[in-house]
């Protein structure tokens, strides 16, 4: 992914570029070295007094619970074992003295922001199985290319940066620089020699999975960190708390209960984080708060879940209408309440003409996504309170409460039109449809009945008779077809 030439360029001439430490420059000679031992990383650590305490720091905290205490910079590292000690050190050594000299309050928010990405990197690496020293490493630096963009371009840079989505932001970079920070922090850390595998969360981290099925990644973990970072950073964002379990759940495959978890042990561990890296990071009450706010998404999130399950048994699996059972219970009570009420009902069954020719000369899996797109535009023709489910096999039923025959009428009429007009395409083959329709109605001045069951079955026969006519047609139930038995054999003949 090459830099935009002109962004490029500058980026060579600037002098003010983040750059990294003589420390962190042989620290990374050592990572890049597979034959590293302990001992070269204890005697570049020793040689930094400050690096050797937090080194000893880190490996008797709680991070790397061991049950032995080091007590000098080379059992800190014979401890952590060879790629933790380096990759740690190597963090350490970047922030202190990428962020040592605190020029503004952005900047300050930048190490902020940094530190609790690599924090949340950490803990989503341990719950998916990554390397976590790795992930703190790429955490750290994903966005490095936000502060080169910042200090080469200062009056160009997007003012906001902090506070836009990650998205947003790139997509305002890359219109104004051609580049965005992350092929620019791509760049940079390959400059400083940084192994593919750490500079690579700078690309990785920014590019969206495309469906809901990848698997999670060390990218997605690197991604996700800073909507995690966000939560404790951008306290007035009220929606931070629900991106970042979006974001948790679509790079992740996470639920809001694991990204509440998450939250939580962040809440916990920031402060040993905040003595390591000597960066103030969040309050005691702040923790509580967001911790708060994520559980009370989670139960948010569960009470969703049991109204999405709810729905979808009340849904047929294939055409997405109600089903059977669904429309029995509402039939029931409508035709209740219309007796009681003498409030008008109508209800109308729905059948395709010649179905069974559909199936034979295109194939079953044509006839099922006909039955889709029947059902699609069969709800596109209807309002909120009818109800539309499916019979039984390419039998429909629609339930219009309220509505009297010559309203029903029209409503199945434009029903019937929409279909006939409909051409319906699958692999090479287009094809149209017919239905018949039988409608029957409840209190609406003609006919009235006693029994719900009474109604169906006269609307009912009033679809044989539809059928018998000729298809492709509406019959409404008259007191000769209400109470007609199924004597001919018409559907399916
Ligand atoms: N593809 C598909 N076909 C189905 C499904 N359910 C029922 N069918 C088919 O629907 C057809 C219904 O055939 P028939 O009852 O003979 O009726 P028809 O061919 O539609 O003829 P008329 O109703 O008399 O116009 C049968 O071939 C069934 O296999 C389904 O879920 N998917």
Not at 79 to 98: K, W, Y
Not at 258 to 265: C, D, Q
Request: glycine share 6%; net charge negative.
């Amino acid at each position: 992914m090459p830099i935009h030439e002109s962004l490029l360029q500058r980026l060579q001439l600037c002098t003010s570029l983040p750059t990294p430490p003589s420390t962190a420059v042989k620290l990374i000679d050592l990572v890049n070295d597979p034959n590293t031992s302990l001992i070269q990383i204890a005697d570049c650590v020793a040689f930094d007094p400050a690096l050797a305490v937090k080194m000893l720091k880190v490996a008797n905290s709680p991070l790397y619970s061991t049950r032995r205490t080091a007590t000098n910079v080379r059992q800190a590292v014979n401890l952590m074992g060879t790629h933790a000690a380096v990759t740690v050190a190597l963090s350490f050594s970047l922030v202190r003295n990428l962020s040592g000299t605190h020029k503004n309050d952005e900047e300050l928010l930048f190490w902020k922001r940094s530190i609790l990405s690599a924090l949340a990197c950490r803990i989503l690496a341990g719950r998916f199985g990554f390397n976590p020293d790795d992930l703190l490493v790429a955490g750290l630096l994903q966005n490095i290319g936000v502060l080169a963009l910042q200090t080469t371009m200062p009056d160009e840079y997007p003012v906001d940066a902090m506070a836009l989505d990650d998205e947003a932001l790139l997509e305002a970079e890359k219109a104004k620089f051609g580049s965005g920070h992350d092929e620019v922090g791509y760049w940079l850390l390959k400059k400083w020699r940084l192994p593919d595998h750490l500079a690579l969360a700078c690309i990785a981290s920014h590019v969206a999975p495309s469906t809901g099925e990848t698997p999670p990644s060390p990218g997605g973990c690197v991604a996700v960190s800073g909507y995690f970072a966000d939560v404790f950073i951008k306290e007035k964002d009220t929606g931070a708390v629900q991106k970042v379990t979006n974001a948790a759940s679509r790079w992740l495959g996470m639920d809001a209960d694991s990204t509440a978890a998450v939250l939580e042990k962040m809440g916990g561990s920031a402060k040993e984080f905040e003595d390591l890296f000597d960066v103030p990071l969040i309050a005691v009450e702040q923790a509580e708060a967001i911790v708060d706010q994520a559980k009370e998404l989670v139960m948010i999130a569960s009470l969703g879940k049991l109204r999405e399950l709810e729905e979808k048994a009340q849904r047929d699996a294939l055409t997405g209408a109600h089903n059977r059972q669904y429309f029995d219970e509402a039939f029931n009570q409508e035709f209740a309440a219309s007796s009681r009420h003498g409030w008008p009902l109508s209800v109308a069954f729905i059948d395709i003409d010649h179905f069974k020719q559909v199936n034979d000369t295109y194939g079953h899996a044509a006839g099922d996504n006909a039955l889709v797109t029947l059902s699609r535009l069969i709800s596109t023709q209807i309002r909120n309170g009818d109800i539309f489910a499916r019979y039984g096999g390419e039998e429909f039923v629609l339930l219009l409460p309220g509505m009297d025959s010559d309203a029903a009428w029209i409503v199945l009429s434009r029903i019937r039109e929409v279909i006939a007009s409909f051409a319906h395409t699958f692999g090479d083959a287009t094809f149209n449809m017919t239905i018949s329709a039988g409608l029957a109605s409840h209190k609406d001045g003609t006919l009235t009945y006693v029994l719900p069951e009474e109604l169906l079955h006269a609307a009912d026969n009033a679809l044989y008779a539809a059928k018998h006519m000729g298809r492709n047609q509406i019959v409404r139930a008259t007191k000769e077809i209400r109470m007609v038995k199924h004597s001919l054999p018409l559907r399916g003949e």
